[in-house]
């Protein structure tokens, strides 16, 4: 087991507004979002950072971002992981997932939305970010061996990217 864990936090890209007769969770990516994605992705392969696994909301723009990212840094679209409980809007329900994650995990990548994410990495590093941008990416690396470790604070926030800011 590593002595430092690493949080790669990611919301998801640009969502479409346009079908108002689908729920929140249904929501697809906009044309902007479909192209922002597989770029992030890219940005991540080229600059190394590389989870091992990844934990998505289910919420179709999420699964969808997490999708088009997953391919560019080698990772199986199927192999990516639902999980109900980053459908959240809250960053302490956000915290509580990361906090049960197995330890044999020492890379891992959450696809997830705001206000949770930004919240989530302020708290995490105390960095003041107004806002996480749709497809923005925080790197957090923690000196810790357990996730269950993961406080406040306890981050170092060693990259923070997003579309506008790269492209």
Partial sequence: MAEQKTLILVRHAKSSWKDTTLNDIQR??????????PK??????EHKIQPEVIFSSPGLR????ARLISVKIGIQPMDIKIVDRIYTFDSKELLAVIKALKNKFDKVMIVGHNPAITELVNYLSGSKIDNVPTCGLA??????????KVSKNKANLDSFDYPKKLW
Avoid: C, E, H
């Fill in 139 to 148: 790197v957090l690396t923690f000196p810790i061996d357990s996730w269950k």
């Fill in 40 to 45: 992030m992705g890219q940005y991540m392969a």
């Fill in 28 to 37: 697809p990516l906009n044309k902007r979002g479909n192209k922002d994605a």
């Fill in 62 to 65: 999420a699964l969808t971002t």
